[in-house]
């Protein structure tokens, strides 16, 4: 038996892993040991087997022989399937021009500069990722206030920790290490959610407020350190743009009006702010995405992000750094560029995403674009990892795919929207493939090969190369070959694939970035102000046109009037990440499904005695939009009134529930986690609903 060291590949997390393989065949995984001692894997990491062996991995490329999602297809060659999109893309390009084409990436994020870059000697500029629900918008908030990327907290010199929604121990695993570590050095933890989390039990302070509710939080914060004179005047003066208006704003945000609106208790609120604004220096962790998706949810994180500037914990050691220290990049990691200025999808729509700017186009509404052909037709995707699932009414961009001249997915799995393709294609996991790592603290490592590819399945980095040397592409990195595009990729680390090679533990990369603070003193801010922008000039700039406020207003939720309270009397709230599941991946794992084998309906035991359902009762969920049935399960760790389903499951789909127009009017994301529904208790189990088994 051969141990091998890779890095799982599941999440973006990227834990070490040492893989056994015997004859060829991965055996047994565990977390990387290091002095006789396992790091550890999460539940999806150790299951990692039964996802390289999947009895749904695609084997070959397959070209469609039935109708449009019957999943009748044929085996055929590589060279065919490359022949089949260069002539299928080349003609739609001819026929209504390059931005028909949609580029489109799923989660993973590894060969997303490849992508970019292809669709862009593609000349497209719909050049899009599942980020159009996930990260974005958080980073559009920060833009809005800060003008450059969001700066992450330094965690080993803070002294006071606001964790503003991280389950950490469900949805970044190893991040749960540092936190207890972070706890051990006496750090005060204060924790916004909703709900008793394993991670919201250990902090100081619990601020448990109903979704959506975030944004008249953190004015209450603010209203608290400014009325108490906590804030650090000297930045607010010379730094920040719109602090008059801002101020007078947040007066009608009294703690006692905000535990009305929120459910926070308001002494707790207060006490939260004072050791916030004093015991510094204070970072704040954020949420990748759960507070902006709500149809408030970009000015609710503007609201949070104000308060570090306010406090004077911006770019300081302990506060939110710009730079955690000595970095070095890979050419287009992590800094992906749209070159092309043609109008891309989603522009017309929501015009903050190009103006603050974002690389991408906004996605969310796909299939109407293409369904209306609006702004115009779209008429092939080109896609890596599309799983439907992820959007609000999936059956809408289901049947918008199926409409298309040409759409082609590379993916692992034979999932429902591989089999809506024309033609799919099998793509390598990270055991079968090789990937650039880079690491903390400077540090890179190539991923090697484990095991050959399953059947015939390829590295996308790969396919993406061999695509455009067919296509002729005027790109001398993409069309240079697979080895010169990842040297191109290391070039500003100083390392050569060989180098990584030869050095399978990692090597240290140049030293690019050295490890400052402060840089506002040399620099301007990188907004139109050149100042932290309380209120925003962009957002300014929209204010006649449609309506958007440069303030960090709060607008609440449940004051819209699509839907109506009566007959959908519950806030739904889904995908708070569970430690098992990765949206709609992981349910074909036996041993994960095996864990939840039917829908879970959390709802509070209140709930159930005021709609007659009982713990373990099969019920449909219903909303404005559609319905799912699953398995109630009584849930004391939210607040009555609120239902949590995870989303992604065949068996019942959470997504089917969020109406597909209901978006934050800032950024397009979707109100996943405050919409509306109503349950019921089911006779029985029917439909897609096979087991009551918990
Ligand atoms: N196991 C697992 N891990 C994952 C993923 C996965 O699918 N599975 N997905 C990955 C992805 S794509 C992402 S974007 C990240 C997401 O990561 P984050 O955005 O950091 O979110 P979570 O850590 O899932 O935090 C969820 C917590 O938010 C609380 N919450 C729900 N609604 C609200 C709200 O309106 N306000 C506040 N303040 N809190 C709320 C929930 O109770 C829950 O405890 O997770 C990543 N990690
Ligand atoms: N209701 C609800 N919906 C949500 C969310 C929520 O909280 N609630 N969260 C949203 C968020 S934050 C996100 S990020 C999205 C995530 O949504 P998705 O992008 O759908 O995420 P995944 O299902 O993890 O990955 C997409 C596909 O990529 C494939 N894949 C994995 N690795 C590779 C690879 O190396 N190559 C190729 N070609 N394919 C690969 C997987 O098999 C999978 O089918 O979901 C969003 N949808
Ligand atoms: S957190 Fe789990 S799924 Fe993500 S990389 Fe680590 S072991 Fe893999
Ligand atoms: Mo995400």
Redesign the pocket.
């Known amino acids: 038996m051969e141990k091998k060291q890779i890095f799982c590949g599941i999440c973006s997390t990227g834990c070490p892993m040492d893989v056994y393989v015997e004859d060829g065949k991965v055996v047994s995984v565990e977390g990387r040991v290091e002095n006789g001692k396992s790091r550890g894997l999460c539940s999806k990491g150790a299951a990692s087997k039964q996802y390289l062996y999947n009895e749904e991995r695609i084997l070959y490329p397959m070209k469609r022989v039935g109708e449009r999602g019957s999943g009748e297809f044929e085996r055929i060659s590589w060279e065919e399937a490359y022949d089949l999109i260069v002539e299928n893309l080349n003609r739609v390009k001819e026929q209504y021009g390059a931005k028909s084409v949609v580029f489109y990436a799923g989660?993973p994020k590894w060969y997303r500069p490849a992508l970019l870059r292809f669709a862009n000697a593609f000349e497209s500029p719909n050049f899009c990722t599942?980020?159009s629900?996930?990260?974005q918008a958080s980073d559009l908030a920060w833009k809005s206030v800060y003008g450059n990327g969001i700066c992450f907290p330094d965690l080993a010199h803070t002294k006071t920790l606001l964790l503003w929604t991280s389950n950490l121990f469900h949805s970044n695993t190893p991040m749960g290490k540092m936190y207890r570590s972070l706890k051990e050095r006496g750090v005060k933890i204060i924790a916004v959610d909703p709900r008793n989390t394993v991670t919201v039990k250990e902090a100081d302070i619990h601020l448990k407020i109903t979704p959506g509710t975030d944004g008249a939080l953190a004015l209450a914060m603010a209203h608290v350190i400014i009325e108490e004179n906590l804030y650090d005047k000297e930045f607010v003066e010379k730094y920040v743009h719109g602090f008059e208006e801002y101020k007078n704003y947040v007066r009608k945000f009294p703690p006692e009006k905000v535990q009305e609106i929120t459910g926070a208790d308001a002494d707790l609120i207060r006490e939260a702010a004072r050791l916030y604004a004093g015991n510094k220096p204070s970072g704040i962790q954020f949420s990748?995405?759960t507070i902006v998706h709500h149809i408030n949810g970009f000015q609710n994180y503007r609201a949070v992000f104000c308060l570090i500037a306010l406090t004077g914990n911006y770019d300081i050691e302990g506060g939110n750094r710009s730079r955690p220290g000595p970095t070095s990049p890979c050419n287009e990691f992590g800094k992906v560029i749209r070159y092309n200025e043609e109008e891309a999808i989603g522009e017309k729509d929501f015009p903050v995403w190009f103006d603050l700017p974002c690389q991408e186009a906004q996605c969310t509404r796909l299939a109407d674009y293409i369904l209306e052909e609006d702004p115009y037709p779209l008429k092939a995707v080109f896609a890596m990892g599309l799983n439907h699932r992820m959007w609000p009414q999936p059956e809408h961009l289901q049947k918008a795919l199926g409409t298309l001249d040409f759409y082609v997915n590379t993916e692992l799995f034979w999932s429902d929207s591989s089999k809506m393709a024309d033609l799919v294609l099998p793509a390598c996991t990270t055991f079968e493939r090789e990937e650039v790592k880079a690491l903390r603290g400077g540090m890179f490592a190539l991923n090697q090969r484990a095991v050959e590819p399953v059947g015939e399945a390829k590295n996308d980095i790969e396919i993406i190369i061999e695509l455009a040397r067919r296509m002729q592409l005027k790109d001398k990195v993409l069309t240079g070959g697979y080895e010169s595009y990842m040297n191109y990729i290391l070039e500003p680390s100083g390392l050569t694939l060989e180098d990584l090679r030869s050095h399978p533990a990692g090597m240290r990369g140049k030293v690019i970035f050295p490890p400052r603070e402060r840089t506002y003193e040399d620099e301007p801010f990188h907004t139109l102000s050149g100042k932290v922008e309380f209120s925003s000039l962009v957002l300014e700039k929209y204010k006649e046109s449609r309506g958007y406020d440069p303030l960090p207003v709060y607008k609440d939720f449940r004051e819209q009037d699509q839907v109506d309270r009566k007959e959908y009397p519950l806030i739904l709230n889904t995908g708070a990440r569970k430690p098992q599941f990765f949206h709609a991946r992981m349910y074909r794992l036996p041993w994960l499904s095996g864990l939840e084998t039917n829908p879970m309906v959390e709802i509070h035991p209140d709930d159930g005695k005021t709609y007659g359902i009982a713990d373990g009762d099969p019920v449909k969920v219903t909303s404005p939009a559609g319905e799912m049935q699953g398995t109630a399960v009584y849930s004391i760790t939210g607040n009555p009134g609120v239902v949590y389903i995870y989303h992604g499951n065949k068996k019942g789909e959470a997504n089917n529930l969020i109406d597909r127009n209901y978006l934050d009017p800032y950024t397009g994301f979707p109100g996943y986690k405050s919409y509306f529904c109503k349950i019921e208790k089911q006779a029985e189990v029917t439909g897609n609903a096979v087991s009551t088994e918990i």
């Open positions: 989660y599942e980020s629900t996930c990260f990748v995405s």
